[in-house]
């Protein structure tokens, strides 16, 4: 997936695409639009009242009338201040409703996406995408095109009312216009490159991060420290470089601003006064007009900053509709829900490849009658856990059938089919919570009597309960608090917590230790009974008793047969079984 922002100046398209999220809560975006409306007449309204009070009401001594001018003059600060604040509160509460429910969207679209879609995507960028690029996407409300649509409406109702009042004063107050027209330019386009390479050096800190967190044990190791610490301080530095190069851009921009202002003011006072002299105009007038600067200065000074904040919300919009918009989902294209399956499996003439012209399994045909048991032995590489991929179609297949039942896999609805697959692989992975979370993975509609059978059946209900809360136990992150042989029960019970038709079992017992071992062979010669087993093991003393054995080479069934049949044959697996044998002679 390509997340490279395109270089373009602005993309209507794509803000059209985050409003439209907009559409259940268009009352309040069109509330928003009515009060950014009213603040922006009710804004040059208070200058109006003072050179009121001052040239009409002070200058002639007229008590009552300041009184009740000031008065009003109150009621319109206060009426101001609660506009604003809802206006404010609004379009923040939009804008956090929004990205709610992106978030829900985008989670929902990972989490049904093809497993080759995490193949080529690393998994720190994809979090960024979730998490900070859906925050950006909240300042295009609260700090974007609703604020920059207000402040826009505010500045021309105040110019219109200076025009109106004093052409001719508006005209050499605004004569520092152009300088600031400058200032901002620069401002805008000089943020604008470093926000680019803050969100490309988050992505790259948040991947390195992430990924050297999740494989510490090696980085330790390998006493490869020193390395990763040098390559996590490059891209650190990176991301420093960037945020220091829109610091510099802010360092600049404020200040000028208000050397702008103050010429501005300057400007004021000098052609002011002559005015006054010269009974041209009123003290009131002038000191309206002051007002009337720091009201025009203020939004203008923050305009750049949000036309930004809008642009890489936009940005961030185009990195998250990436993900929205992949076509590496499962693709669930069937309408049968199997209420309950037999579990005959048969593979016909199967190809397969994780990369187009680099095939894993070439031509696999074989079946396994419901309720039978049959093993896959070979050399890593050979593509036994990919039959098991494919099985649950967690990928597809390039070229042939595989059947459930007689019926083709592709006809089956994908969610109702995996509900009768139990898997448990080599490669145990633990969610942070108790156990009885990662047996259920939190299904609150499976009962703790359920899960303590399941764990009964096993032989692991003892060593749980001695554990500090037994069920309810905290496994920490990965499962980092229990053994790998625990966490390879704990994921066997998993397995079969569902009552699975059809069991697969990817390595089950490579990483178990000897007692650990005996308690899931006993499962296993218990629990195969009544299912069809598909067993993949390293260790060939766990299959003796397969229905049929299936030896794989470079994607291809060189061999088949029972045990006995396939060590008589003196072949492949006759090598594989002698070579483990004279590896327990050697330990």
Request: net charge neutral; with cysteine; glycine share 6%.
């Amino acid at each position: 997936m390509n997340t490279k922002p395109k270089k373009k100046a602005f993309d209507l398209r794509l803000l059209r695409r985050i409003f439209s999220y907009t559409a259940p809560y268009k009352k309040t975006l069109q509330l928003a639009a009515v009060l950014a409306v009213i603040l922006a007449g009710l804004s040059p309204l208070r200058p109006y009242l003072i050179k009121l009070s001052v040239d009409k009401y002070i200058g002639n001594n007229l008590l009552m009338g300041l009184i009740w001018v000031s008065v009003f003059h109150f009621g319109i600060l206060i009426l101001e201040s609660v506009l604003r604040f809802w206006f404010t509160y609004r379009t923040s509460w939009l804008g956090q409703t929004v990205i709610k429910d992106l978030r829900n969207y985008v989670f929902e679209k990972v989490i049904h996406q093809d497993l080759s879609f995490f193949d080529k995507t690393a998994i720190g960028k994809l979090t960024t995408h979730t998490i900070n690029d859906i925050e950006s996407i909240n300042e295009v409300f609260s700090e974007g095109i609703i604020s920059l649509v207000a402040d826009t409406l505010t500045i021309i109702s105040i110019i219109i009312i200076m025009l109106v009042t004093d052409w001719k004063l508006t005209l050499v107050c605004l004569a520092t216009f152009p300088l600031l027209i400058l200032a901002t330019w620069w401002f805008k386009e000089e943020v604008n490159k470093s926000s680019r390479r803050v969100r490309t050096a988050v992505g790259a800190l948040n991947a390195f991060v992430q990924e050297h967190l999740s494989g510490m044990y090696i980085v330790q190791a390998f006493a490869a420290e020193k390395n990763q610490m040098n390559l996590f301080t490059e891209i650190n530095r990176e991301h420093r470089d960037a945020n220091i190069k829109g610091i510099f851009a802010y360092s600049v921009f404020f200040p000028l601003v208000e050397i702008i202002l103050a010429a501005s003011l300057g400007l004021l006072v000098w052609y002011g006064a002559d005015r006054i002299m010269r009974y041209d105009t009123t003290p009131g007038n002038i000191i309206a007009f002051v007002m009337y600067l720091n009201l025009l200065f203020r939004p203008l000074r923050m305009m750049a900053d949000k036309f930004n904040v809008l642009q890489m919300g936009v940005i961030a919009g185009e990195r998250v509709f990436a993900v929205l918009d992949s076509d590496e989902h499962i693709n669930n294209s069937g309408t049968y829900i199997a209420p309950a399956i037999k579990g005959d499996v048969e593979f016909r003439n199967v190809h397969f490849s994780y990369i187009p012209g680099v095939p894993v399994l070439k031509g696999i045909s074989f079946k396994v009658a419901a309720g039978k048991t049959i093993a896959i032995v070979g050399h890593t590489g050979a593509g036994k856990s990919s039959l098991v991929s494919i099985l649950n179609r967690q990928y597809e297949t390039e070229g042939g059938e595989i059947l459930i039942d007689g019926r083709k896999l592709t006809e089956y609805d994908i969610f109702g089919l995996r509900r009768h697959i139990g898997i448990v692989l080599q490669d145990i992975f633990l969610f942070s919570g108790t156990i009885s979370d990662n047996i259920t993975l939190r299904n609150p509609d499976i009962p703790r009597q359920k899960v303590e059978e399941v764990a009964r059946m096993l032989g692991i209900h003892d060593f749980i309960m001695r554990l500090p809360g037994n069920y309810g136990f905290d496994v920490m992150e990965r499962g980092n608090s229990l053994s790998q042989g625990q966490r390879q029960l704990i994921s066997f019970a998993r397995a079969l917590l569902y009552d699975p038709s059809i069991l697969i079992l990817d390595e089950a017992t490579s990483s178990v230790d000897s007692e650990s071992e005996q308690l899931i062979q006993h499962a296993i010669d218990t629990l195969i009974k009544g299912r069809t087993s598909i067993i993949i093991a390293h260790r060939l003393s766990t299959i003796r008793k397969a229905d049929e054995i299936l030896v794989l080479e470079q994607g291809q069934i060189i061999e088949r047969g029972s045990h006995e049949s396939l060590l008589a044959l003196q072949g492949r697996y006759f090598d594989l079984y002698t070579a483990v044998d004279e590896m327990k002679e050697t330990i």
